[in-house]
């Protein structure tokens, strides 16, 4: 099996970049905690894209990154309303209710996204000490199928929450790829749509390891912040291999490139699937860097065998196929050539165009 597949872009490899700035820190003795030249810069480049006011957390991990940012801003008798999808939700192993000690109000939507309708709907029991109290809506940008929420959509999230005194909280891990996916920028996307926090993924777009807590603005949860990240074991004692990352990650968009480079594979991916649509369907819009294909199920063992995937939904035989910063045409190329080959042999094979 070849080393590049399309199971997770967790699985790419770090950019060249990201290991020679890891390299260019490794010297010497510095302050621990934060307290060093990498963490300010890379904080200050956060800055730059979000204005004065942004505030930034580095982190290890996502889960880590989304339940402590929540647990800051929330308490226990509150609840956070998200997708049922939501990996806060599903693959994050009910961290959210054993730290934070909240509820989950989890909800079926369309396409990945939460909408203000489905907020509306869970605003119930304000105020009644029998019942757990709204506190915050949830979404990821981009969403668990793939799919991005637009600056209106967002907008309009950010004016139902305010209206209901939530906080908007965004699990970014692949944040990224949605502002490549849009042609916008950070400062759009967060501080103008009233986001109060985000996570902003680096693993899954070049980095070793680590994520950034974002609070766009001013929010009192920053002030409590500091305890739960340390409460939450998130707080890197030499975290200048964390930060010197994100400095070379935000260098020169970096992050950006790498992000829309994700995409376009996908794009070319599900390009190369077009005239196979009386077999080979798409579940849901490629709109940043996944591809959710229904697939024939005799296809799906042979193709696995081919590039490693998952299968999304068992069910209706829905596969997940992510392109990372790394996967190159000739990837796309070669598995899209296995798919016609394998899911309808009786066709020709398009021409790969490499």
């Known amino acids: 099996m070849s080393d590049v597949h399309f199971a997770s872009d967790n699985n790419a490899g770090v950019h060249p970049r990201i290991l020679e700035a890891v390299a260019a820190a490794n010297g010497g003795h510095v302050a621990s905690y934060g307290d060093d030249e990498w963490t300010q810069r890379a904080e200050a480049a956060f800055r730059a894209l979000l204005g004065d006011e942004a505030r930034v957390f580095f982190a290890f991990n996502g889960t880590g990154a989304n339940v402590i940012a929540l647990a800051a801003a929330l308490r226990p008798f509150q609840a956070v309303i998200c997708p049922e999808a939501a990996h806060l939700a599903v693959d994050e192993c009910a961290a ?40 915050a809506i949830s979404i ?4 668990e199928v793939g799919t991005v929420y637009t600056l209106d959509e967002l907008s309009a999230l950010g004016a139902v929450a305010r209206k209901h005194r939530l906080l908007f909280h965004v699990d970014g891990a692949r944040l990224s790829n949605a502002v490549a996916s849009l042609g916008t920028d950070l400062r759009a996307m967060l501080v103008e749509t009233g986001v109060d926090v985000c996570t902003f993924g680096g693993t899954k777009n070049g980095m070793m390891f680590g994520e950034a807590i974002v609070f766009p603005r001013h929010h009192p949860a920053v002030d409590a912040l500091v305890f739960t990240r340390k409460q939450g074991m998130q707080l ?12 070379a990650l935000l260098h020169d968009d ?51 065998r081919v590039r490693r995937f998952y299968m999304w939904d068992t069910e209706r035989d829905i596969a997940r196929w992510m392109t990372a910063w790394d996967t190159t045409a000739q990837d796309v190329h070669t598995f899209a050539d296995a798919v016609w080959r394998i899911a309808a042999p009786q066709k020709s094979v398009a021409p790969s165009g490499v």
């Not at 000690?101 to 907020?119: E, I, N, R």
């Open 96 to 135: 959210f209710e054993r730290f934070a000690g909240g509820k989950l109000l989890t909800v079926a939507v369309a396409g990945g996204k939460l909408t203000p309708d489905d907020v509306e709907r869970h605003i119930r029991g304000v105020g009644d000490q029998h019942h757990v109290q709204p506190g």
């Open 140 to 143: 990821s940008q981009s969403t």
């Open 236 to 247: 890197a004692s030499k975290m200048r291999f964390v930060a010197a990352q994100f400095e």
């Open 254 to 304: 970096l992050w950006l490139e790498n992000a829309a480079h994700a995409n376009a594979m996908a794009r070319m991916l599900a390009a190369r699937l077009r005239d196979l649509d009386d077999v080979v369907q798409l579940a849901y819009p490629v709109e940043a860097n996944a591809v959710f294909p229904v697939l024939p199920r005799h296809a799906i063992e042979p193709l696995q």
